[in-house]
């Protein structure tokens, strides 16, 4: 008998035949390739996959991915995919969500699925603005930006996605940028490698509402001197000639130079995404521009019993101790009468 040898995947393979429906020129489109390519490389079939999303812009992604998918409900997608990981722990589950859908309507729900670390990726697209309903300003938001929702400038203060995440108890954290296609799929690949939640913010334009809202890290005449991007085990280095270095001064991060003042690259502190202790992690998180560069790639990666690995040990140990063995054993336990 013949046997079928099945072709590895690729891309396109991941490609539905719908349309996709984005403004020309968002961010999006760029990172629907990133995890269309990066997906062949994660070693499941397409039945194995499930991408889940909310509302907003980007929770328009399941239907443009061959695979399983879920379109929810504001901010609910942490509880569906939650249940969905539950139900069939061999899945791959990623939840698409914008910073509105996460941080507003869905606050609660994306703490908790942090706090618990079941076992899957949150792609978090933050624009910092609501494009779907046309440019309110949302919780990431600059204090004082002006928008229809807020024409004489907003008041709020901004949530830090990856300062709020940490202090629910993340225990992996990623920043990437819609523009950068490879590093972005070398991080999913990386999330998707991590038992737990995975975190990846992705900073991404939206051409319409907030356009080059990011263009103080992104912009290439500046980005080589506003981005760091961190590899765990090898030294914060970064600049447009590979000069500029972080090293601590007291209870403060410090941009160094090496090469003045004596230092050198020996001086300059060298990136541990594995420690448990989330104090430096926290200072890269919050680093920004003019002061420092902006802190890219995996920031914090701690393994750690995952919420659905947990149930399936109380699962386990129910069953072997357990004096019952089948439901007719359960149902014909205690007490019973015959009617005649």
């Not at 992604?61 to 569906?80: K, L, Q, V, W």
């Not at 939206?206 to 080589?224: P, R």
């Not at 502190?269 to 680093?287: F, G, K, R, S």
């Not at 701690?302 to 690995?309: C, I, K, P």
């Amino acid at each position: 008998m013949e046997h079928l040898v099945e072709e590895p995947l690729v891309a396109k393979d991941f490609v539905t035949n719908q349309d996709v429906r984005w403004c020309p020129g968002c961010g999006d489109y760029a990172i629907l390739s990133a995890v269309q390519k990066a997906l062949p490389q994660i070693g499941k079939k397409k039945e194995d996959i499930a991408f889940i999303s909310g509302i907003g812009c980007s929770s328009r992604f399941p239907y443009y991915i061959e695979s399983y998918g879920f379109h929810t409900i504001h901010g609910r997608a942490p509880a569906i995919a939650t249940g969905v990981k539950l139900s069939n722990p061999n899945l791959s589950v990623w939840q698409i969500t914008g910073d509105g859908d996460a941080l507003a309507i869905g606050g609660n729900h994306y703490i908790h699925a942090l706090r618990r670390n079941i076992d899957m990726n949150i792609l978090l697209f933050n624009n910092e603005i609501y494009g779907l309903t046309k440019g309110q300003f949302s919780p990431t938001s600059q204090t004082g930006i002006v928008t229809k929702s807020s024409p004489q400038g907003t008041t709020d203060r901004s949530f830090n996605p990856g300062k709020l995440a940490l202090g629910a108890g993340a225990n992996f954290f990623a920043r990437v940028i819609d523009i950068d296609p490879k590093r972005m799929i070398d991080v999913f690949i990386e999330a998707e490698k991590h038992r737990g939640t995975s975190l990846i913010e992705i900073l991404q334009n939206c051409v319409i509402f907030n356009d080059k809202v990011f263009d103080n890290v992104t912009n290439k005449a500046v980005k080589l001197d506003t981005q760091l991007w961190l590899k765990h085990g090898e030294p914060m280095i970064w600049g447009a000639e590979n000069n500029k270095g972080l090293r601590l001064n007291g209870l403060q991060l410090e941009v160094v130079t090496i090469g003045e003042n004596g230092i050198t690259e020996a001086d300059i502190l060298v990136h541990d995404a594995h420690c448990e202790d989330d104090t430096l992690h926290n200072m890269l998180i919050n680093m920004a521009t003019p002061n420092y560069p902006v802190a890219f790639g995996v920031i914090r990666s701690v393994t750690s019993l995952t919420f659905d690995q947990g149930v399936y040990n109380q699962l386990e140990n129910e069953k072997a101790n357990s004096r019952f063995k089948s439901v007719n054993e359960l149902l014909n336990s205690g007490v019973t009468w015959e009617i005649n």
